[in-house]
């Protein structure tokens, strides 16, 4: 979101048709309309105001006001146009958009949100299963023999096949967010960086990350189980079992397993490595996506180019884009990480997982690598570099799926917006 650029002083309210009160006065005096050629003259043609203007939204701080029928509109981008005869319907028509503003703004983020948690977990159920079958021959690179395979599954075993574990994919989310939120209040760990950062505040932060991920870890590995084991011989588990394994991984009690287990103390430092270099790309690729969509919005505001819709369109868009593209290039890049860190925490759980070579029938995992690095070199091996890329067809189709999501809805915001205007 934009910041505004106004000379000292402007809030802004006084030059729209409203009433403010004057410094050093204790009464409401009319605001000056754009009548005088003058004041017009000044406002509009000063560049640094055109862009920042899109930020005042009309009712929203400004009292009571009454707009004489003479007056003529200001034409921003993102005012709403006053009726001539009164200021009472311009109040109610600045409210609705208002309104509309805040409720497009919610639905364009519970779409987001619906998508890469509900939607999307199809694709990470498969993509997972792929990832830990080392017994598999069909890689599943593309998305093409990720929809036939995805289509199998369903028809063998009902769609309850592919939206397993989902619950518990919302409770290790929940787990990090609190853990991250207790450590930060009792520790003098920060869980935001300021723009005035230093290497020490830096490594702060990103210990409180790492803090985080050793936290969430016993609970990730029961999601885990949960996502890839088959519905074929998986029992009705409550939602609460995720946690109920979790903490029985940590005091090894409760949780069937063999003796090719890993403990968790040898599973600290690829989960650290994924989840701290997963945050540290999304946050470099968010933070340089975000500054050249602020960069072109910016231009095009000054070169006057852009519409009450698309201004309003830039409030919300921007920062949805680059998560999109954060999140995107962390998972592609790390992928041969994360096939690794799955195989580990999954080894010697007793799990059963889908045939994902024919789409029925089930295979037992029963690797027994040695560590992280026995892990990258056996797969390396027995199955080639393209072995750390298993499933990565399912991420082709995540992303597409939410790329058409966002799009669409925009088209939806659009529409609304200009129906409203």
């Given at each position: 979101m934009m910041h505004p650029r106004r000379p000292d002083g402007f809030d802004g309210l006084g030059y729209r048709g409203g009433a403010r009160d004057e410094q050093g006065f204790?009464?409401?005096?009319p605001a000056r309309s754009f009548s005088s050629g003058s004041d017009l003259g000044h406002w509009v043609t000063t560049p640094p105001d055109i862009p920042g203007s899109r930020n005042?939204?009309?009712g929203e701080k400004s009292p009571a006001y009454s707009v004489p029928s003479t007056s003529t509109p200001y034409e921003g981008p993102a005012e709403e146009?006053?009726?001539s005869g009164g200021g009472g319907g311009g109040a109610v028509q600045g409210q609705s958009s208002e309104q509309l503003n805040r409720f497009a703004g919610f639905g364009i983020g519970l779409a987001s949100l619906f998508t890469e948690n509900?939607?999307?977990?199809p694709c990470i159920v498969l993509r997972r299963q792929c990832q830990v079958n080392y017994h598999a021959r069909h890689y599943h690179l593309t998305p093409f023999t990720v929809i036939n395979i995805m289509y199998s599954f369903n028809k063998t075993q009902g769609p309850r096949a592919l939206w397993k574990g989902m619950g518990s994919t919302f409770i290790v989310q929940g787990v990090t967010l609190g853990a991250e939120g207790i450590i930060s209040e009792f520790t003098p760990l920060p869980r935001e960086v300021s723009h005035k950062w230093n290497p020490k505040q830096i490594g702060e932060h990103l210990l409180l990350k790492a803090l985080t991920y050793i936290v969430a870890m016993p609970f990730y590995s029961a999601s885990l189980i949960e996502t890839v084991q088959s519905e074929i011989i998986r029992d009705n588990t409550g939602i609460l079992e995720c946690v109920k394994e979790g903490i029985g991984r940590v005091i090894g009690l409760g949780v069937p397993h063999s003796k090719r287990l890993l403990p968790l103390l040898s599973l600290i430092f690829p989960t650290v490595l994924h989840g701290v270099l997963h945050y540290i790309i999304s946050s470099i690729i968010q933070?340089?996506?975000?500054?050249?969509?602020?960069?072109?919005?910016y231009n095009s505001h000054l070169a006057e180019s852009s519409s009450p819709v698309q201004s309003m369109l830039d409030a919300y868009f921007p920062e949805l884009i680059a998560n999109f593209a954060a999140s995107l290039c962390s998972d592609v890049i790390l992928f041969p990480l994360e096939t690794v860190l799955h195989r580990l925490h999954i080894q010697g759980t007793r799990t059963i997982i889908d045939n994902t070579d024919l789409g029925y029938e089930v295979l037992p995992i029963n690797t027994q690598y040695e560590g992280m690095r026995d892990c990258i070199n056996t797969i390396k091996q027995e199955e080639g570099v393209l072995g750390f890329y298993k499933g990565f067809g399912a991420v082709i189709i995540q992303y597409t799926l939410h790329a058409a999501v966002l799009q669409i809805t925009k088209i939806i915001y659009s529409t609304l917006l200009q129906n409203s205007i």
């Open positions: 204790g009464v409401a005096f005042l939204h009309w146009p006053f009726p509900v939607l999307a977990h933070k340089f996506v975000l500054l050249i969509l602020k960069r072109k919005t």
